[in-house]
């Protein structure tokens, strides 16, 4: 079974471009199945069961999404290979911009919308640097000259990545993703001894644990103070 | 490549190649005040807090900015290729039967409609040039470009893109006004004499457009015929891509034949999906589409030339009256244009 990580902001069409490429998956009779990784809702895996296909998903609830989609990726593995999967698709929440849970050897995929601003790219650091593709979507309705800019802004991000332009409403672009995402000679078999390709946010002050009062005194473990320069 | 990180310092470097300065702006790299040294001496001495807060990698970044110098080199080695050429071979109907035709080719300067009922496969077509098909899409159309199929890292290379697209639902997104928007177009296509061409595309769009628009007007304030007389006077001159994929151009405030006309005079090959009769008898061929495959290539007749000029001036006194709605007059029988 080979496996890919899609990660992505909110609102980018993660989930759209996945269900494009399935359906290209499911065409060419390989055996696809999903895993949807979110913090407190999701309708996504109802979508996905429309495609009659194994889904499950993840809530993280009270911790970071990704955190949760790290402690929880082994059991997740052994359940895409009961489901005798060719394929295990992972989809993340994408809350929050520093973070990205690539692993090494998985390929992993960025998703990135032409509408979300020129210095995006710039602002989401590890989850677009250390993708293998970026897929760019929402390009049908900016101009050619927008799409340039923004692509030559991905690339000054992560020149190695493969970035391929998908639409994610006809699905245009999504069966060239899904053969480039696939390869039948690749099989992810254990996760053991595997690392993730960035270290993820660092936590652990008194507000992950539960803390709601405000204030110095009620403030410990990982605290940094913002910088707003001398005092008069 | 000939470059050896290890001995050139960062400034020298910047000096080289000045594009590096966006690579190390945009991974969040502190440069500033290191310029004499190298890039390993610079990860050797700068603090550790400074590289986990901007989340950098050490060696992710290295590789990158060698692959970033390589990648901006190849835009500069392949500016304009002077001929294009391309060939398509036939693929299958939605039903399994072959495309009848022999083969297909499109020359620079050229401009082929294309026709058909919504669904009936002109976007498979227009995405099985996009990616040059190489009998690997559901069609299993080959296409080559310049006769030749491409190889995998060129039908995937953002730089290589064959395809530039303007559609109807197009729009501008950025706050910038249109001398802000050309420049940065101009900045990362890294064009020489940008001045020149900014000043070329702006004088275009004026052409094209129907009404004025000046350089300070911010891009997403220019009407709808604005925006695409922009669009297309920007995508002709400024665009590296050889095809020009249109879909639809709307019949108001643009001169549809000026903008036809300023692709060809840029040697593009313009593909144009439409409905719209006018447009459809403006190509020079036109393919008809059904059931996902080519039914027909169709060269435009003399008897249709002349049904095109009927149609044009019927499309001349639709604009007349609506200008003369839009100024308050009165619309009257037997009137001169």
Excluded at chain 1, 10 to 37: A, D, H, L, N, Y
Excluded at chain 2, 19 to 33: A, I
Excluded at chain 2, 177 to 190: N, P, Q
Excluded at chain 2, 214 to 232: C, N, W, Y
Aim: net charge negative.
């Amino acid at each position: 079974m080979d496996m890919i990580t899609f990660s992505g902001p909110p609102s980018s069409g993660k989930t759209s471009i996945i269900m494009k490429t399935i359906e290209s998956f499911i065409r060419r009779e390989i055996k696809v199945g999903v895993v949807k990784f979110d913090c407190l809702f999701t309708d996504d895996d109802l979508f996905y069961q429309k495609l009659n296909i194994p889904v499950r998903k993840g809530l993280s609830g009270s911790l970071c999404p990704d955190h949760y989609f790290v402690s929880n990726i082994e059991e997740v593995l052994d359940w895409g290979k009961e489901q005798n999967l060719d394929i295990l698709i992972t989809e993340s929440a994408g809350l929050c911009n520093r973070c990205s849970p690539y692993i090494n050897d998985v390929k992993a995929v960025c998703v990135i919308d032409n509408l979300s601003g020129i210095n995006t790219p710039k602002k989401i650091g590890p989850m677009l640097k250390s993708a293998d593709i970026v897929v760019v979507t929402k390009g049908d309705i900016v101009s050619q000259a927008e799409r340039e800019v923004f692509t030559m802004k991905i690339e000054s991000v992560n020149p190695k990545a493969t970035i391929l332009h998908v639409n994610g409403l006809n699905g245009q672009g999504a069966y060239e993703l899904s053969t480039i995402v696939y390869d039948d000679k690749h099989h992810i078999d254990s996760l053991e001894g595997k690392k993730l390709r960035y270290p993820m946010p660092a936590a652990v002050c008194s507000y992950c644990l539960g803390e709601t009062r405000i204030g110095k005194k009620h403030q410990m473990g990982n605290i940094r103070k913002i910088d707003l320069g001398e005092k008069l | 490549m000939s470059l050896d990180l290890k001995k050139i310092s960062i400034g020298d470097l910047i000096v080289k190649h000045p594009f590096v300065k966006d690579f190390f702006e945009n991974q969040l790299v502190p440069y500033q005040g290191y310029e004499t040294k190298t890039i390993y001496e610079f990860f050797s001495v700068i603090d550790y807090e400074v590289i986990e807060e901007n989340a950098i990698n050490e060696d992710l970044f290295i590789s990158g900015l060698i692959d970033y110098i390589d990648l901006m080199n190849s835009y500069f080695v392949k500016e304009k290729e002077t001929e294009i050429k391309i060939t398509i071979y036939p693929g299958y109907y939605k039903d399994g039967t072959m495309e009848k035709f022999e083969k297909l080719e499109f020359h620079k300067g050229e401009v082929i409609s294309i026709v058909g009922p919504t669904g009936s496969g002109k976007s498979r077509l227009l995405a099985d040039i996009e990616w040059a098909a190489n009998m690997d899409t559901p069609t299993k159309r080959k296409v080559l470009i310049n006769g030749r199929a491409l190889e995998p890292h060129e039908r995937f290379s953002a730089s290589n893109k064959l395809v530039a697209q303007l559609s109807q639902n197009m729009n501008f997104v950025m706050d910038l006004s249109v001398i802000e928007f050309l420049d940065l177009h101009a900045t990362s296509r890294m064009v020489e004499d940008k001045d020149v061409i900014i000043e070329k595309i702006f004088i275009k769009a004026n052409e094209l457009a129907g009404e004025v628009f000046s350089k300070d007007t911010p891009i997403t304030e220019l009407s709808g015929g604005q925006s695409r007389a922009l669009m297309i006077a920007d995508t002709a001159i400024l665009s590296s891509s050889p095809i020009i994929l249109i879909d639809e151009i709307e019949n108001a405030g643009i001169d549809r034949k000026k903008a036809l006309d300023l692709l060809v005079k840029e040697d593009k090959i313009v593909l144009m999906s439409t409905h719209d009769p006018i447009l459809a008898l403006m190509g020079d061929r036109r393919i008809v589409i059904n059931n996902g495959g080519i039914e027909k290539i169709i060269e435009v007749t003399k008897e249709e030339r002349s049904i095109l000029s009927e149609l044009e001036e019927l499309d001349k006194k639709l604009m007349s009256y609506r200008n003369k709605l839009r100024y308050g007059k009165i619309l009257k029988y037997e009137e001169e244009l």
